[in-house]
């Protein structure tokens, strides 16, 4: 995976990405996923092909949760090894998935 390393508490994924279909002014419109960066202490900057870019906070999810594999990712280290692999962003083989509108819109529902 290729990996810029920003500062000590920073990362860009930047891979082949995600393609989804997003409502675009009641449009449909395929975009992808060009850039994920890693924003103390659990949020992702994520950048699409058309321009866009979302800030998604990851923590009202992982407080709310209790599901214990959703609960490991408290720990920062793993929150941060996030992957954008075969077209899904994705966290230890599937462990945390939203829906690409979501990301798209910044809002985890």
Do not use: C
């Not at 920003?6 to 419109?29: A, C, D, F, M, Y």
């Not at 992808?32 to 998604?56: Q, T, W």
């Amino acid at each position: 995976m290729p990996v810029t390393e920003l500062n000590p508490q920073s990362e860009i994924v930047n891979r082949k990405s995600e393609e989804v279909v997003v409502s675009v002014r009641g449009l449909p419109k395929v975009v992808r996923i060009e850039l994920a960066e890693y924003v103390p202490p659990y949020k992702l900057r994520l950048r699409f092909d058309d321009g866009h870019e979302s800030l998604v906070d990851f923590a009202p999810f992982l407080s709310q949760s209790w599901n214990p594999a959703v609960q490991a990712y408290h720990d920062r280290k793993r929150f941060r090894k996030f992957t954008l692999e075969d077209g899904v962003l994705h966290w230890n083989d599937f462990d945390l998935v939203f829906p690409m509108a979501d990301l798209y819109e910044g809002r985890i529902l």
